[in-house]
């Protein structure tokens, strides 16, 4: 059974993510996008309910970590890492 998944992406990582994971699952992955502006929503359809299940965490995983980075640079007295 075909999922389509649409995601407005926020950053550069996460079209790299997608992109990457669309080209490593080849051919149970059909990938299209569109640009509205600054906007790039990118659509994946996926041919079974596991694969689409792995793109949310791996999406959910890469933002979480993102969101951990982003918190430690907020902390006072935080700098760049070492």
């Excluded at 990118?42 to 999406?59: K, P």
């Amino acid at each position: 059974m075909a999922r389509t998944h649409q995601f407005s992406v926020c950053s550069k990582a996460e079209v790299m993510l997608l992109l990457e994971l669309a080209r490593e699952h080849e051919p149970h992955i059909h990938l299209s996008f569109r640009e509205y502006g600054e906007i790039l929503q990118i659509y994946l359809e996926t041919d079974s309910i596991e694969l689409s299940e792995y793109l949310n965490y791996m999406l959910k995983r890469l933002r979480e970590q993102q969101l951990r980075i982003e918190a430690s640079f907020q902390r006072p007295g935080a700098g760049a890492p070492h």
